[in-house]
C-alpha cells in the first residue's frame, strides 16, 4: 500500500468521477474532499454545515452532479462540488448512510440511513421515503447482472430486496430475520452470488441470489470487543467492517476485521488466510 494524498484519520468512502478520471473523493469525518490530479493534491469543498460526510455518489448520466450523505441529510451540487443545496430527507433524524446513483436511469438515486430509504427521480431534487422510518438501513447496492435489483442492509431486519429498481422491498428469506446486516458484497465473476455481515451473523455467502445461504465464518478471528460485555459468547463470531469480491479473480473474497487484520479467501470463504501485514 502507499498512502496517496491526504493524510486523514476518518475517511468512510471514495468515489471516482465517471466524466474525467483524474478527480476523485473522499467522504471524511470533516467534509468532501476533492482531488483534480489523481490525489497529488486535495481540497475540502464543504462548509461547517456537511460535517460527518459519510457517502459520496457520481450520477453517470450528468456530469458534474455530485451527491453526500451526512449526518445532517443529503446535500448536492452540481459543480463537482463548488457549491452545494440541502436536499432532504425531512425526516427528524437524517442521518444518511449509504447514496447510490442508479446507472441506467439518470437522475435516479437511493439513500439509506436511520429513517430507513429514500428515492429520487428527479437529480435529487426531492426524495420519497420507501419503508417504515424506524427501519434503519446501513448498506445499498445496485445488481451487477440486473438494473432493476437492488440490495439493502438494515440495522435490525435483515437483507432486503428489490426487484423494480428500488421502488418496493421485501426481506429475503429468515437466515437474517431480526438481525443486523452491515455490509453486502456483489460478485461480478459469478451471477447470482451475494456476501453479507454483520454483527450478529458473521459471514454468510448465497449462490442463488438470497434463497439459501451457507456460514462462510470458519477461519475468521472471533471479535474482542464481545470480552467487555457481561456473559460474553464462548465462541464469539467476528467483527467485520466490510466484505468484497476481486471483480478479477472468481471465489476471491476479502473480510475487513476490527483490529485484526485484513483476511482474504481464494474459494468464496471456504478458507481464509490473514492477507499482508495490513
Given amino acids: ?19 474525467d478520471s483524474n478527480i476523485f473523493y473522499i467522504a471524511a469525518g470533516n467534509g468532501l474532499m476533492r482531488s483534480r490530479d ?8 464543504t462548509d461547517w454545515r456537511m460535517t460527518e460526510v459519510l457517502d459520496v455518489a457520481t450520477d453517470p448520466g450528468h456530469e458534474g452532479d455530485l451527491y453526500i450523505g ?21 425526516a427528524t433524524r437524517p442521518y444518511i448512510e449509504a447514496i447510490v446513483a442508479d446507472r441506467s436511469r439518470p437522475g435516479t438515486l437511493i439513500a439509506a440511513g436511520e429513517r430507513g430509504l429514500f428515492r429520487s427521480t428527479d437529480r435529487g431534487e426531492t426524495w420519497t421515503s420507501l419503508l417504515s422510518d424506524e427501519e434503519y438501513v446501513m448498506e445499498i447496492k445496485q445488481d451487477l447482472y440486473d438494473d432493476n435489483r437492488w440490495w439493502a ?62 456460514d462462510r465464518t470458519q477461519g475468521l478471528p472471533g471479535c ?23 471483480p478479477s479473480q472468481s471465489g476471491r473474497l476479502f473480510a475487513a476485521t ?17 492477507h499482508g501485514n495490513v
Fill in 153 to 214: 442492509g438494515s440495522h435490525d431486519h435483515g437483507l432486503l430486496t428489490s426487484t423494480d429498481g428500488g421502488v418496493q422491498w421485501q426481506r429475503v428469506g429468515s437466515l437474517t430475520n431480526k438481525k443486523g446486516v452491515h455490509a453486502i458484497a456483489l460478485d461480478a465473476t459469478q451471477k447470482g452470488r451475494i456476501a453479507i455481515t454483520g454483527w450478529d451473523i458473521g459471514l454468510h455467502i448465497s449462490e442463488d441470489h438470497g434463497a439459501t445461504w451457507t
Fill in 38 to 45: 489523481r490525489g497529488a493534491t486535495w481540497k475540502i469543498t
Fill in 224 to 246: 474482542e470487543a464481545y470480552t467487555v460485555i457481561t456473559n460474553p459468547p464462548l465462541n464469539p463470531p467476528p467483527c467485520l467492517f466490510e466484505t468484497l469480491f476481486d
Fill in 70 to 90: 451526512t449526518a445532517y441529510g443529503i446535500w448536492l451540487s452540481r459543480d463537482r462540488g463548488d457549491t452545494w443545496k440541502h436536499v432532504g430527507p425531512t
Fill in 258 to 274: 476490527v483490529e485484526s487484520g485484513l483476511y482474504v479467501s481464494d474459494d468464496a470463504g471456504a478458507t481464509w488466510r490473514l
Fill in 1 to 19: 500500500w502507499t498512502r496517496l494524498g491526504w493524510n486523514h484519520p476518518i475517511t468512510f468512502s471514495i468515489g471516482f468521477d465517471p466524466f
